[in-house]
Every structure is written in C-alpha cells, then in structure tokens.
C-alpha cells in the first residue's frame, strides 16, 4: 500500500495531510488532480522525447537503433506538442469554465445562454461544451448533461453520492452561499 501511495504522490495525483494531534495521515485527491496528471504526463512524453534524442545522437542515424529511436523520439515530440498545443488547454479551461457557470446559474442553459452569459461567441460555448461532453476526465466530481430540450446542466457524477447521501442532501435546508451574496 505504502508503495501504491508514494507512487500516486510521485505523479501529484494525491497529497499527505497530517491532522495536528493524530498519528495518521489522510490522502486527498483535489479538484485539480486531472490538470496536474495531464501535465505531468506532458512532461513524461517532452523526457522521453529528450532522451530518444539522446540515444538517436549516440547510435547514429545511419544503424537500426539510430532510426528507431529517433522514430520515438519524433512520436513522443507529436504527444507532447499534442497535450500542449493552446488549442487543447484553452478548450478544456474553457469546459471547466463552462462546468463553474452552469453550477452558479443552477439551471439548465442552452448554448447560445452560455455563450451570452460568459461574453464569449457562440462557437467558443459549443466547442467548451462538447469538451466536457467527450472528455467526462475534466469534470471531475460532475457531470455535464443535456437536458431533453438540448439545454446543458451539471449534476453530480453518477455513483458519486450514495443514495443516503443524496437523500440527507434533499432533506438539508437550503444555505446561502458566501459568494452568492
């Protein structure tokens, strides 16, 4: 176990916190965790690209072993530049945009509301959209739903929440948040 959490550690998927007064830890998975494991795997594919670089230079482009890894170098240099491009890292900032405006407007909203809402046109909206809709990772703990008019909400990832949970949840009285203020 101890091995499986200082791996976990190692890729910044989980944290150690130490309750003052306890002998034992408690590992938390945050919000960002899909943010920094998709960074952190950027960086992976940019090493080993490096290091196929390497190897290419030591053997030669002219030997078998030369050709192979430069093959993997230029497959590694394509993933990196892939996960990095701005278009690939504004689009899934934008869904997790997206995601935070349906959560605050606690109804569902169409597109074009969205796109409205945010100040943004409506192919950027669409685009943040199907990001969420195809890529759930970016959620995180919700999910992003049409409704049967083609409206878009976000509910609590399905299997989230035991149903005793979302029952007390239903039955809890309505708080006013803070920042709704």
């Not at 390497?54 to 030997?63: E, K, R, S, Y």
């Not at 689009?91 to 349906?102: E, H, M, R, S």
């Not at 409506?122 to 409704?147: F, I, N, S």
Request: proline fraction near 7%; aromatic fraction near 6%.
């Amino acid at each position: 176990m101890s091995k499986a959490v200082g791996y976990l550690e190692g890729l910044d998927v989980l944290t150690r916190e130490h309750e003052p007064g306890r002998r034992r830890a408690r590992y938390v998975i945050d919000d960002d965790v899909w943010l920094r494991a998709w960074l952190n795997s950027a960086r992976r594919n940019a090493v080993w690209a490096e290091t196929a670089q390497v190897g290419a230079d030591l053997f030669g482009p002219g030997t078998p072993a030369g050709a192979r890894l430069e093959a993997m170098r230029q497959f590694f240099v394509g993933v990196h530049r892939d996960m990095t491009s701005p278009s690939v890292t504004v689009a899934l900032d934008d869904a997790v945009t997206v995601l935070a405006a349906l959560l605050h407007a606690a109804r569902p909203l169409a597109t074009r509301e969205l796109a409205a809402a945010l100040g943004w046109p409506q192919a950027r909206a669409a685009t943040a959209v199907q990001a969420a809709e195809h890529q759930p990772e970016v959620c995180g703990p919700l999910t992003l739903r049409r409704t049967p008019s083609g409206a878009h909400l976000v509910t609590a990832q399905h299997g989230r929440l035991t149903p005793a949970q979302r029952t007390a949840l239903a039955q809890s009285p309505t708080r006013v948040w803070p920042w709704d203020t």
